[in-house]
């Protein structure tokens, strides 16, 4: 079994020096322990830690702290979004980096390929209360367009009741569909990942 | 090569019996003739020359069209979602479509694996104007929810200029940039469902 | 306080001679009772009673069952569209209505106003879990692009958490969050319905 | 007639200093326009020219640009979120001025009513190519939740063909229909903010 790796962005809307921690961290955490038997090591990197300007190219300029991460994104065979639920919808973070990703549609090799070709994706989402659904929508729909492949059962999510306040963070064990999710989207993705990156895709002469 | 099968299911508002042709029936042929020269050979199905009951389940009784469509579906190796866009949103017959899938995720064999599993899906999107990235985004979701791999741009579509009118299957020629995404779709679909054909997804223990 | 008038149109995937009871049912007859002390009488119509044909006119013709419901949405002064959620989204009952809707983006008086111009809508949606912003976000903007006003705090909802299955009707009492939601949701549209009534958009001159 | 206040913010990924002008300015600018023969007096602020934190409450600390801006909303009678689209959905920046609304639901008067009631707000989106109607969507529902009432017919948008390149500010003239949306969505806007500023929300008692 060829060893991979996999890299994670948790786009809270805290840095890592909050004082209070994030149950999106807590979620990417879970994945990635999900991934081990699978022989996939991964990263977590707090968006927020990094000053990713706004913009749609792969690096726009001085102070930039988005192409140390876009590096990291093309080293990786699997990309995990990690994103906290406001107001039903991603955060800003995540579309921040979905927006810069967004420069690897005009990135295509000689066949047409994306710089993501190959790659897989996975989306975690963590919120009190509803959204998770919208999220993966959103971002799935954007990872597709430049290039990652989406694996069966590649959303992975908690929220809790309607209107609940209860973090994920503080759930006394991961639940057992939760449990289960994580565990049927780390071994998706491993396979798929594996079977890419024996046999990338041919691409399109132009 | 291993010879491989798609099915496409036109969600059009009209049946095939309809005196007016149909836009989204030109693009899914569009689909198909650049599945060739994969060695992919495709069917085409109207959903609505078929009574699709409302419900979640696969078989919702007597006189009900979706048993032989979901059939097709589990036989295919390449699922095409068609869709025409009303109010910028998938129609309601590819919701209908999207909710009898969803007995899917009850219908898991040992491994947790569901119908679809290994299958790959595309959406194809028309409209005379906006909607096909939130068509998109709606049906790659709940696509990937119910067990479909996701290619890597495995979005096709054309609309129109905003409010505008004209149809896609008035168009005198493909659009360049729309023939170069049917194109890299059906590639990375076929690659894709070749591999997973080959090495299906181990799915998990319970 | 001149008395008002709300439709309610039930989008549930069962019609209402259904063994089982509806979740949405429920939620739309709290809803209101919340607007009794506003002087507003409402009725509740479960869509799938009646042949909803597909299309986008506001009549598809013998044996279509729109007509009759269209004529109540125009009569009343708010519309409430209560959906229940699969998938994540807003059932392709509720598409099918709001697509039938879309047909008053061509039924404007002299002054370019809809037929649903002065009227007040809202969005009551249940689900086992996630998904009501979405349903929220997608309705909220058909009906607002077939020119429904949106009151301030329009979305009202119930879901549990993550991957369950309880129903909202199997809820002892209703959480105190929702109650308020749909006071405050039937207080909103009914002040908003009432200015309306008095003082109609004036419209814009052609 | 009561003259009436709008405030716009365009949420481009450029602030006003880039090089290039933002096609979002042109449409809010001439949304402002329609909004003159209804005594409505409005300002644009380009949301990059502030140091927007992330977070979500009404002012996380030194530095943070938001507070002003957050003034302007709450003095003005009617809100205009403007916003390009990337990826077919509202840009990071739209997506950040959203989330630090997120804090009205907490900052509810006696009577449960946020800083948003009896404001109206208007969405403005433009974009080379399909989108607009989902930015509607998730910015409707995030306005809505807030307490922002949204008149008949608030989506204002243009967008080009498919995959096109086209910007907004490039067009010779105001497309006809565009026009036309922009001077109903004013007009209704107008109307209901003068409404609501004479006769408020009652609220409801706790």
């Known amino acids: 079994m060829t060893a991979l790796s996999a890299f994670a962005i948790n786009c809270s ?4 020096t909050a004082s209070e921690s994030s149950s999106t961290d807590k979620m990417l955490s879970d994945l990635l322990t999900a991934f081990e038997p699978h022989d996939v090591a991964g990263e977590i990197v707090r968006a927020l830690d990094h000053d990713i300007r706004p913009g749609v190219e792969s690096d726009m300029g ?3 702290g988005w192409p140390a991460l876009r590096e ?4 990786a065979d699997i990309f995990i979004l990690g994103t906290p639920i406001w ?12 927006e810069r990703l967004d420069a690897f549609l005009s990135e295509t090799d ?10 897989v994706a996975l989306v975690a989402v963590v919120g009190n209360e509803d959204g998770a659904h919208h999220c993966h929508a959103a971002c799935f729909q954007a990872l597709c367009d430049v290039g990652f492949t989406i ?4 959303g992975c999510y908690w929220v809790g009741e309607a209107m609940g306040s209860v973090d994920y963070q503080d759930l006394e ?4 569909k939760v449990k289960e999710t994580l565990e049927m989207a780390a071994s998706n993705a491993a396979h798929l990942a594996r079977l890419l990156k024996k046999q990338a895709y ?3 002469s132009e």
């Open 72 to 75: 990291k994104i093309v080293a």
């Open 62 to 64: 001085e102070g930039d």
């Open 87 to 98: 107001m039903g919808q991603p955060s800003s973070v995540a579309k921040r980096v979905l």
């Open 13 to 16: 809307l805290k840095p890592s």
């Open 202 to 204: 041919p691409g399109v």
């Open 151 to 154: 694996p069966a059962n590649a």
């Open 173 to 176: 064990t991961i639940p057992d």
């Open 110 to 119: 000689e066949k047409g390929r994306m710089p993501a070709a190959g790659k």
